[in-house]
C-alpha cells in the first residue's frame, strides 16, 4: 500500500505512474471526471419553467432556466464536497418554489450516511427554495415531499407522514396512521391526500382529508396494493394489486427460482371508497407486475387524458406502455417493437407521452413522442445519431419539452426542443462546463458484437487508444457494470454511477489500455429474456460465460496482449470481477473489485425459505469457492457503510485470500456509501485502480 499510497500522489500532481514507462495520456482523471453531471430535470405545471440539479466535483446545486430565453441560472449555493445529495425536486404548483431533498437516507441501523465522518452528525431533510432566489428554508427532517395546489408539502420521516407549508414556518403535523405510510400525490384541489400505507405482508391505498383530518382506505384486502394515481378531476383513483401469497413462498431475484408476478389494476370512487377491477394480467412470466417500470422514472400507472390509464408491461417480450380506458376495454399499446420504453412524461395537457427509447438505436436512447390514440410513435430528436438522450419532460404551454442530452464526447446539457418530429432543438444557455475538459482527447468507442459461449448475441463499447500504432500489442480490460439491470452505451451515461465509470474508460484508454465495456446477460436494453436470464446470479451464475467470451473477444483482438487482460467493475460488476479471477486466473491477469459481491448466500436480501439445495448453488456461484484457484492479483475497493453490499463481503474474501497467499491491495473509504457520495473518494479509486493495472498489466513489450 506505500507504493499506492506514493503513485497517488504522484499521478495528482504530474501523473507519471504510466503501464509503459512514457506518459500515453493528455488528460488528468479529474479532468474528465469533474465535468459537471445533470440529472432530476422536471418542470412546472403552470409556467415555462425548468429545474434540475447539478454535480460539479461533489458541490450538489439545484440550476433553472424560465422561457421564452431559457437561460440557465444557479439557485442554491451549496460550495463543498460534503456528500450532500440533492433529490425529488418537486414545483410548487404555481412554479413560484421548488421543493426539495437533501442529504442521504438512513441504514439498516437507522444512521444517515455521514461520509465526511462529521462528529456534529448530519441529517436528510425537506428543503424550500423560492424560484427567484434567495437561501432555501429547512422544511424538516425527511423525505419524499410532494406538494399542493394550496402550498402544503406532505412528506415522509420515519416511516410516518408530515404536513408543513412550503411557504411559511409553521409547525409541521404528524398524520398518525399505522403501518409504513408514503404519501404519493395530492388530489387536483389540494384538499385530500392519496398515499400507500405497507404492512408487511400487505398494503393498502388511503386518502387523507385535510379539511375533514380524516384517514380512510380503498377495498381493504390481504394483497397488496400500490401506485396510486388521481383522475384528471380528481373523482377517481386508480392502483395496482398483487394477490397475497403463502407466507412460505420463495421470493427473491438473485437466489430464489422466478416464478410469475400477476397483477391487477382497480379503479376507485374517491367520495365512496368503493373500488373495483378494471384489468388483469396474464400468468405467464412476462406478464408479471413490471418492477423495472418504477426505478426508470415513469411509474407502473399514470392517468392521462382522454380518461385513459397508461401502465407499462413487458407482456409482449418489452418494456412498453399501453393505453386502458378507465371505464372498461381493451388495452392498446403504445410503443411497439423489439426495444423498450425507459423514462417517460406526459405534456402538460396530458395528451401526449414523451419517452426516450432504444427503438432503433440499441446501445444509445432518443426521445419519441406518441398520443393517447395509438398512432405511430415519432421521434422527435435525429434518428441514429451519436447522442445519448433522456429525462424528457413536457412543458406548461404543450409546444415544447426539454431533455438531457450527450454523445460520446461530452457529458450531458440541458436541451430544449418543439414538439414536431424531427424538430430543432437548442441547449440551455449559460450552463457550467468545466474548462480543461478534454473532449477533444476522447475516443468515440465503437459498437463491439459477439456471441457468448452458449450462442447468445452480446453487446459492449470498444474504447480503442486514439496512438495506437501498427503493430502494437496493448494490455487490455473488460468493464463490468453493476445492476445487473443497467446497460453500458455508446456515450456518456444518464446515472451518475456510470457517467463516472465511462469517464474512467475514457482515461484508461488514454492510458494505453483497450477497454470493452461489456453488456452480460441479465442487463437491461435487450428485452426481458435476456434481463431475467435463467440461472444467473446465485442460481448458477450464466452471465459469467459472456465475461469469458468478452476476454476471449479481445484476445482474437491484433491490438491486444493476449497475456494481460484485466477486469474491473462495481457491485454486480464487482461480484463478476472477482468471479473471473477467481476461475480463469489463466485468462484474467489482474482486477479492480469495487464493492462486489463474494458470497450470496451471506449477503442475500431474499430473507426466507431458501432451500439448502438453493443455498448450495448460490454458494457454488459465488467467488468465495473459487479462492483455490485464485492466482491472479487483485485491488478492493469499498466504503465501510455500504447500504446495497455489506463491507463484510470485503472482509470475508480478503481473509480467504490471504490465506492462500493471493496478493491483494485494498482501499477503503471509512463512511462512505455503495455509490459513493464524496467526489473525492471517486477520484482515489479510480486513481489507485489504474496505479494497480499500471503496476499490475504495464510493460514496455508490445
Not at 378494471?278 to 426508470?296: F, V
Request: negative net charge.
Amino acid at each position: 500500500m506505500n507504493r499506492i499510497r506514493w503513485c497517488l500522489i504522484a499521478l495528482v500532481s504530474a501523473m507519471v505512474c504510466v503501464w509503459d514507462g512514457k506518459a500515453q495520456e493528455s488528460f488528468t482523471i479529474q479532468q474528465v471526471l469533474g465535468a459537471p453531471f445533470v440529472s432530476d430535470l422536471v418542470g412546472a405545471k403552470s409556467a415555462n419553467r425548468i429545474a434540475w440539479t447539478l454535480n460539479q466535483e461533489g458541490r450538489r446545486n439545484i440550476y433553472v432556466a424560465e422561457g421564452p430565453n431559457f437561460a440557465a441560472r444557479q439557485l442554491t449555493s451549496y460550495s463543498a464536497d460534503d456528500g450532500g445529495e440533492l433529490s425529488e425536486l418537486r414545483f410548487a404548483v404555481d412554479g413560484d418554489a421548488i421543493v426539495y431533498v437533501r442529504g442521504e437516507g438512513k441504514d439498516r441501523e437507522g444512521d444517515y450516511a455521514n461520509p465526511t465522518s462529521n462528529p456534529a452528525g448530519v441529517e436528510q431533510g425537506v428543503w424550500v427554495v423560492v424560484f427567484g432566489g434567495g437561501a432555501p428554508r429547512k422544511v424538516d427532517a425527511g423525505n419524499s415531499p410532494v406538494v399542493s395546489a394550496q402550498g402544503r408539502v406532505a412528506y415522509q420521516r420515519g416511516g410516518q407522514m408530515w404536513l408543513a407549508s412550503a411557504r411559511t414556518d409553521e409547525k409541521p403535523k404528524q398524520i398518525a396512521v399505522r403501518g409504513k405510510n408514503t404519501p404519493v400525490e395530492w388530489s387536483p384541489d389540494g384538499g385530500r391526500l392519496l398515499f400507500v400505507s405497507s404492512r408487511d405482508d400487505h398494503s393498502f391505498i388511503g386518502i387523507y382529508d385535510l379539511a375533514a383530518d380524516t384517514v380512510k382506505f380503498f377495498a381493504p384486502s390481504v394483497d397488496s396494493d400500490s401506485d396510486p394515481v388521481w383522475s384528471l378531476d380528481g373523482k377517481r383513483v386508480a392502483f395496482t394489486r398483487q394477490p397475497a401469497v403463502p407466507r412460505d413462498t420463495p421470493e427473491g431475484y438473485f437466489i430464489q427460482p422466478d416464478r410469475p408476478h400477476p397483477w391487477t389494476i382497480w379503479v376507485g370512487n374517491a367520495e365512496a371508497m368503493t373500488a373495483k377491477e378494471l384489468w388483469h394480467s396474464g400468468a405467464e412470466p412476462q406478464d408479471s407486475y413490471p418492477y423495472m417500470a418504477g426505478e426508470t422514472g415513469g411509474g407502473v400507472l399514470n392517468w392521462a387524458a382522454e380518461d385513459r390509464i397508461v401502465f407499462a408491461s413487458d407482456a409482449d417480450g418489452w418494456q412498453h406502455l399501453y393505453a386502458l380506458p378507465a371505464d372498461g376495454g381493451a388495452a392498446k399499446l403504445l410503443t411497439p417493437g423489439n426495444c423498450e420504453a425507459e423514462q417517460w412524461s406526459f405534456s402538460a395537457d396530458k395528451k401526449t407521452i414523451l419517452f426516450n427509447s432504444n427503438c432503433g438505436d440499441v446501445d444509445r436512447r432518443h426521445i419519441w413522442r406518441v398520443n393517447l390514440g395509438g398512432a405511430e410513435p415519432q421521434e422527435l430528436t435525429a434518428s441514429k445519431t451519436s447522442a445519448v438522450e433522456w429525462n424528457p419532460v413536457g412543458l406548461s404551454d404543450n409546444s415544447a419539452y426539454a431533455y438531457i442530452s450527450s454523445d460520446a464526447k461530452e457529458r450531458g446539457l440541458v436541451r430544449v426542443g418543439g414538439m414536431a418530429r424531427g424538430g430543432t432543438s437548442t441547449a440551455v444557455s449559460g450552463q457550467p462546463t468545466l474548462p480543461n475538459f478534454p473532449s477533444a482527447s476522447l475516443v468515440t468507442p465503437k459498437q463491439a458484437i459477439f456471441k457468448s459461449g452458449d450462442g447468445l448475441e452480446l453487446h459492449g463499447q470498444l474504447f480503442v487508444p486514439s496512438n495506437l500504432k501498427a503493430g502494437d500489442k496493448r494490455p487490455a480490460l473488460i468493464f463490468l457494470h453493476g445492476g445487473p439491470m443497467r446497460q453500458m452505451l455508446l456515450g456518456w451515461h444518464y446515472m451518475y454511477y456510470y457517467s463516472n465509470c465511462y469517464a474512467m474508460n475514457q482515461f484508461l484508454a488514454s492510458r494505453g489500455y483497450v477497454v470493452l465495456a461489456l453488456n452480460y446477460r441479465s442487463g437491461i436494453g435487450y428485452g426481458r429474456a435476456f434481463r431475467e436470464a435463467p440461472g444467473r446470479a446465485g442460481r448458477g451464475a450464466t452471465e459469467y460465460q459472456d465475461v469469458v467470451a468478452a476476454g476471449k473477444y479481445l484476445q482474437g483482438l491484433p491490438e491486444v496482449n493476449p497475456a494481460r487482460i484485466g477486469l474491473w467493475g462495481g457491485s454486480y460488476g464487482g461480484y463478476l470481477t472477482a468471479l473471473g479471477l477467481g476461475r480463469n486466473s489463466d485468462l484474467f491477469a489482474a482486477g479492480v473489485d469495487l464493492h462486489g459481491v463474494h458470497d450470496w448466500p451471506t449477503d442475500n436480501w431474499e430473507g426466507k425459505n431458501i432451500s439448502p439445495d438453493l443455498v448450495k448453488l448460490a454458494h457454488d456461484s459465488s467467488p468465495v469457492t473459487a479462492v483455490d484457484t485464485w492466482k491472479s492479483p487483485v485491488l478492493f475497493i469499498h466504503g465501510d457503510d455500504d447500504r446495497n453490499v455489506m463491507f463484510s463481503q470485503t472482509v470475508d474474501l480478503a481473509a480467504r485470500l490471504r490465506a492462500k497467499n493471493v496478493e491483494i491491495e485494498q482501499l477503503v473509504f471509512p463512511d462512505d456509501v455503495h455509490d459513493f457520495l464524496l467526489y473525492r473518494n471517486w477520484v482515489a479509486a479510480y486513481l489507485a485502480a489504474t496505479e494497480f493495472f499500471d503496476r499490475k498489466l504495464g510493460s514496455s513489450k508490445k
